[in-house]
């Protein structure tokens, strides 16, 4: 309510912050990896929506990597 009055936003927008590299790049569809400290993501995109059925996480940090 406060972000709304104070800075005059009409409306807000959610996106997943891993599939934002893809959208800057002016693209809708695509692979984004994101390997971190102790995962690694592989998220497919297609037409923005993420294809939660061939989402794959891979835990790393000394674990091994099939």
């Known amino acids: 309510h406060c972000v709304f009055k104070s800075f005059g936003c009409k409306s807000v927008f959610f ?10 790049s002016g693209m ?5 990896i994101d ?4 995962q690694c ?9 993420l ?3 061939s989402l794959e996480v ?3 940090g000394g674990v091994t990597i099939e």
């Open 15 to 24: 996106v997943l912050s891993n599939v934002l590299p893809l959208y800057a």
């Open 28 to 32: 809708d569809t695509g692979i984004v």
């Open 35 to 38: 390997c971190g400290f102790q």
């Open 41 to 49: 993501e592989i998220l497919p995109i297609y037409r923005s929506r």
């Open 51 to 53: 294809l939660m059925e």
């Open 58 to 60: 891979c835990y790393v």
